[in-house]
């Protein structure tokens, strides 16, 4: 079983960064494609960025092309989003996914943390 813990979500203004932390409990992590999905009220959850397991591969969606930017550190354990220019729409709970293989749906990936909240103020 892999758990994954987020951190780093907080309240900023629009403009500023934020940069956040997928932390996974187990080795296995490091043979996983690593994911972001982020979640508002009454929505599903929606694909915001995937890394490879090795780390080559990186995709983002488009609402966030050019302001975010995925990476993993395998040492550690860890994956990032580093999120610069962060718009009022950005808001959300920004959860890590954890899977086998490259998807872009969040029905897909097998393992999630519990998500950390992430408001942009106007």
């Known amino acids: 079983q892999v758990y994954l813990v987020e951190s780093g979500g907080g309240l900023v203004q629009a403009g500023d960064s934020l940069r956040l932390t997928c932390e996974a409990s187990?080795?296995?992590?490091?043979?996983?494609?690593m994911a972001w999905f982020r979640q508002t009220p009454g929505k599903e959850r929606e694909f915001v960025a995937v890394i490879g397991d090795r780390g080559g591969y990186k995709y983002y969606a488009d609402s966030v092309e050019g302001r975010f930017t995925v990476s993993r550190d395998k040492a550690k354990n860890q994956v990032y989003l580093q999120m610069n220019n962060l718009k009022p729409e950005d808001t959300a709970v920004y959860h890590c996914?954890?899977?086998?293989?490259?998807?872009?749906?969040?029905?897909?990936?097998?393992?999630w943390g519990q998500g950390t909240q992430v408001t942009v103020s106007s």
């Open positions: 187990q080795p296995a992590f490091k043979d996983l494609v």
């Open positions: 996914a954890a899977a086998k293989y490259i998807y872009y749906v969040a029905s897909r990936f097998e393992y």
